[in-house]
């Protein structure tokens, strides 16, 4: 019985662990003969783990070959990606990435084991998802044009609580604090949890969180939805309008996509994005992910360097004019 | 719908033959797990996920928090057997867990948590059944200041769980709260004491730390001569608690089971401070406190009726809020919005079935536990019969297998290594572990919560006695502080107890 337990523990453990290890140096006549692996750069459970291994499923299918996703957490995101700028670039070590990651984090800090230019091959962008601005009840403001005025009434009287320092929602506030010269207080979390407990406390007055954890609470009537940070509303809150409405120029989404290390051969490339993008176009992915509150994109390679290109200039200047400092 | 009404109802979801079985293999998966050094439960859920989609939301929440709450009733077996804690809430369990096997009292130590455990999953199943509105108001009325008052409360209640020298516990405790300094600043970003690791970045990993001082130490302290030894123990008791082992930990097991619940609730934090604060409670007022540390078997009932409770309690707010209060609730919480079901306060009244039944099956769970488990206790016992030198290699890479599978990183092994040298050396000085891996575990709370409170009040530190909690808090860390230290106080409390 007890080697009975041993052998079932093992097979559990391996089963977690299942990791690629057999390389072969035969040529690759077809691409793929052996597991893929999709490097996640952080922690199971996140959007990223979401998306990858639901892509994951359908590209096993499609491809004939397990592919494998790998958590690598670590310094936002830098410890995986890095990872994956230094894997063989044969396509079978790709990653996926959101937008802090390769639009955003270059800004803020200084050292990072990667740079995305250099380093990376877009493969898909894979969806984007907008923030929520949140308010407590108790903030007497109904619409984002009396929000504003009510900062600016009182500088330093409202606090909003965001995920984390370097988070989106901490740039989504500076952001704000930067286009409405409003002066309202910056409180980081660990995580979007404590964050909105805080924030339905009142212990906070305001934050921009994600929108499907954000939008339960307006819906149930607990706090006030004044705005989504895409340009257009998003089908699953209708009724709040973009915050780019009364404050112009506020484009904040958060996104993710496939990457491949830069010296990927091309017909590769091309293979593993029209993997990618068919499995991101399943009606079942679909279905869930949308649930789950991302705008599925599923673009081509051109597409998304270009994409990332805009969003790192975009982000450059957001984050110079908020004066977002991470690193002193 | 009462909540007695809602728990009936539940039942019948709970008993549905798909639900059972769905309830039957994630507590038999998480017990597996638990048992393994280092597996989490996060990892093993975010793994599973995918296959549950062919479930219908029910089934498959059954079967995740199966995998939960097995996996903490799983790991007090590790610490018991191997001095191995796995998460944080098995870290106390060791002390006087390991010390029974190491007697020979291993079937009674295990039995007991099981016992303890089955009562507290009852118990706090009833209390959240019954009083979810009001706990869940109790939560959100702590802000950053009542947690920092909790957080300096837990951290004197360190220096309760020393058994030798205060300045001794006082030391690691601070060399605990100084390792938990490494990694990024989280109100600013600037990172601290990381030699320009990158892996440092995050910290150190709480797996690593306490593997490292625990169970790695003991076996280097094991090899070391003078204290060799071929087995763990020479001799094995009965693995039935007897009469009067059962008299003891009823208390106990009552006392552990009511903070667990309470503590439970609160995100962040709370749920770790659950089983610290049982054990502090008991070796507080315990008749002779120089029995905790030496086998005591109330150190084993307490602490773990205390973590089961909080691990069922603290799903209260994310399934009546939508907010999670720990890394397991939020990948579950991901899991329910994946399939259409959104958890948050509506999830009650849109969807009751899956709301008691889910509370349901943790009672049916509970009961698995104690059958799956209770026939093990004998089995489990025997493998401390097992020579060293066939353990010793096993739990190694058991240890290695599991730090690496936490996040993916050779460097952690690196640490690991570190960590068992400094837990010798520091047992060879005659310091504990307990109290460095509550200060490191209290650490990063204290620091967060503290700058928090001072940031929202801006900078006024009377928020902290003015505040009725936390000025009551603080008064009994400041109570606790006073008789834990002034020696001639001690001395009296001692005899008045004899009397």
Not at chain 1, 111 to 117: F, G, Q, S
Not at chain 1, 150 to 157: F, M, N
Not at chain 1, 207 to 216: A, E, K, Q, R, Y
Request: hydrophobic residues 50%.
């Amino acid at each position: 019985m007890l080697r009975r337990m041993f052998i079932a523990a093992g097979a559990v453990s391996l089963a977690v662990l299942a990791t690629p290890a057999i390389v072969t140096p035969a040529l690759a006549q077809k691409f793929p003969d052996r597991p893929i692996t999709i490097v996640v750069p952080y922690g199971p459970g996140g959007t990223n783990d979401i998306v990858a291994r639901e892509v994951a499923q359908k590209m096993q299918e499609q491809f004939g070959q397990p592919v494998v996703v790998e958590n690598k957490p670590g310094a936002n995101g830098a410890l995986g990606t890095g990872f994956v700028a230094r894997a063989k670039p044969d396509g079978y070590t790709i990653a996926i990435a959101p937008s802090s990651v390769l639009a955003i984090n270059q800004w803020l800090y200084k050292d990072l084991p990667y740079d995305v230019e250099k380093d990376f091959q877009p493969l898909s962008l894979a969806g984007t998802t907008p923030n929520i601005l949140l308010v407590h009840p108790s903030v007497p403001a109904n619409t984002l044009a009396e929000f504003i005025a009510l900062a600016k009434a009182k500088p330093g009287s409202i606090a909003y609580a965001s995920m984390g320092a370097g988070s989106t929602g901490h740039l989504n506030g500076e952001l704000f604090k930067a286009l409405t010269g409003a002066d309202i207080k910056h409180v980081p979390y660990k995580g979007s949890g404590p964050a909105l407990n805080d924030l339905l406390g009142g212990q906070v007055q305001a934050m921009f969180d994600n929108l499907p954890t954000g939008i339960v609470h307006v819906k149930a009537g607990k706090l006030k939805g004044l705005g989504v940070t895409s340009l257009k509303p998003n089908p699953m809150a209708p009724e709040i309008p973009p915050v780019a409405n009364t404050v112009k120029g506020f484009d904040a989404t958060a996104w993710f996509g496939f990457i491949a290390p830069k010296a990927t051969p091309r017909p590769v490339v091309d293979q593993l994005s029209a993997a990618i993008i068919k499995a991101l176009n399943a009606p079942d992915v679909r279905e869930r992910l949308e649930k789950g509150g991302l705008t599925v994109v599923a673009s081509k390679p051109e597409e998304f360097a270009a994409f990332i290109r805009a969003e790192k200039v975009k982000w450059g200047e957001v984050v110079k004019k908020a004066n977002v400092k991470i690193e002193q | 719908m009462s909540g007695l009404e809602g728990l009936l109802q539940g039942f019948q979801t709970a008993f549905a033959p798909g639900n059972l079985l769905a309830c039957f293999v994630g507590t038999l998966v998480g017990t597996m797990i638990g048992v393994l050094p280092g597996l989490g439960p996060v990892a093993t859920i975010a793994i599973l996920l995918p296959a549950t989609y062919h479930l219908d939301p029910t089934s498959a929440l059954i079967m995740l928090a199966g995998i939960y709450y097995g996996a903490q009733y799983g790991g007090s077996t590790a610490a018991i057997l191997l001095n191995l804690p796995g998460e944080a809430s098995s870290v106390v369990t060791c002390i006087d867990g390991y010390q029974m096997a190491r007697q020979g009292r291993a079937g009674k130590a295990l039995a007991i948590a099981a016992i303890g455990s089955f009562f507290a999953g009852c118990v706090a199943t009833v209390l959240i059944a019954l009083f979810s509105p009001p706990l869940i108001s109790m939560a959100q009325s702590f802000s950053a200041v009542e947690y920092t008052a909790l957080m300096v409360l837990g951290l004197v209640g360190a220096m309760v769980l020393a058994q030798g020298s205060l300045l001794k516990a006082f030391a690691v405790t601070v060399l605990g709260l100084l390792l938990s300094l490494v990694g990024t600043d989280p109100e600013v970003g600037t990172r601290r004491m990381t030699l320009s690791l990158p892996d440092l970045y995050d910290g150190i990993g709480f797996v690593v730390v306490a593997m490292g001082l625990f169970g790695i130490a003991e076996i280097l302290r094991n090899i070391n001569g003078a204290q060799s030894r071929a087995l763990v123990a020479d001799k094995l008791d009965k693995p039935w608690p007897s009469g009067e082992d059962m008299r003891r930990s009823v208390g106990p097991i009552w006392r552990g089971t009511a903070l667990g619940s309470l503590l439970g609730v609160l995100p962040g934090g709370g749920a770790i401070l659950s089983s610290f604060a049982a054990y502090a409670l008991e070796k507080r007022i315990a008749r002779d406190p120089t029995r905790f540390g030496n086998g005591a078997i109330e150190g084993v009932a307490a602490p773990e009726s205390a973590n089961n409770a909080g691990a069922q309690t603290s799903f209260i707010p994310m399934l009546t809020l939508g907010i999670p209060a720990n890394a397991v609730m939020a990948l579950l919480a991901g899991a329910l919005i994946l399939r259409g079901v959104t958890p948050g306060p509506n999830l009650i009244d849109d969807r009751p079935d899956l709301f008691w039944g889910v509370i349901a099956s943790m009672w049916l769970g509970n009961l698995m536990l104690l059958v799956i488990n209770l026939p093990l206790v004998g089995i489990w016992a025997k493998l401390l019969l097992v020579p060293y030198r066939v353990l010793f290699p096993v739990i190694l890479l058991l240890c290695c297998i599991g730090v690496y599978s936490v996040n993916n990183n050779t460097f952690d092994l690196y640490l690991l290594a570190a960590f068992g040298l400094l837990g010798f050396i520091l047992a060879a000085l005659g310091f504990e572990a307990g109290p460095l891996v509550l200060g490191y575990v209290l650490g990063p709370l204290l620091e967060e919560n503290f700058r928090r409170a001072l940031s929202l009040a801006d900078g006024d530190g009377s928020v902290f006695l003015t505040r009725p909690i936390s000025a009551g808090v603080l008064a009994i860390a400041l109570l606790l502080l006073v008789i834990t230290v002034l020696p001639a106080v001690r001395r009296q409390r001692q005899t008045a107890f004899q009397e």
